[in-house]
């Protein structure tokens, strides 16, 4: 039903079977959070908290809690994982890419909405990235960590 790459599934050195899914699902739901807070076309969070005389009517209070909660796991998960200097590092490298992609012709940020759509999408890219760099780091060097030790205090 669903295509090998998203069911592909890896062996862990203790045997465990991982599936390949969940790379996939953390990157639909940060751009789904990036682009469903904020984007060009005016279908977003905060134009529906906006649009109303009273912020507190109806569910919006419950959304702006929702959405509240979302931003600090999101943020979280990047200082965690990433801390200052790496989500720094890798705002560079989206900001880069942005500028390759300027550079070809292929957008033009000089123009609101491809600006918007590349600044809305790389938050997404960098919450994605968040998510799963203590993953891709014990890809590559095979050691796993996510906080600091007391020696490292």
């Not at 639909?28 to 969070?45: D, I, Q, R």
């Not at 906006?50 to 999101?74: C, N, Y």
């Not at 033009?108 to 600044?119: D, K, P, S, Y």
């Amino acid at each position: 039903m669903l295509p090998s790459v998203l069911t592909k599934t890896s062996t862990t050195k203790s045997g465990k079977k991982v599936t390949h899914l969940a790379w996939w699902v953390t990157l639909v739901l940060s751009l789904a959070l990036a682009l469903g807070t904020w984007n060009p076309t005016g279908h977003h969070f905060i134009h529906y908290i906006s649009s109303v005389d009273d912020i507190f009517s109806g569910f919006r209070p419950f959304g702006i809690l929702i959405m509240l909660a979302l931003w600090l796991l999101a943020i979280k998960s990047i200082f965690q994982s990433l801390g200052f200097f790496g989500a720094i590092v890798v705002t560079i490298i989206i900001g880069a890419f942005i500028w390759g992609l300027q550079q070809y012709g292929i957008i033009n940020v000089t123009e609101f909405e491809q600006a918007g759509w590349a600044a809305t999408i790389g938050i997404g890219l960098l919450i994605w990235f968040g998510l799963n760099a203590s993953i891709i780091w014990k890809k590559l060097t095979g050691v796993y960590t996510t906080d600091a030790t007391s020696e490292d205090i």
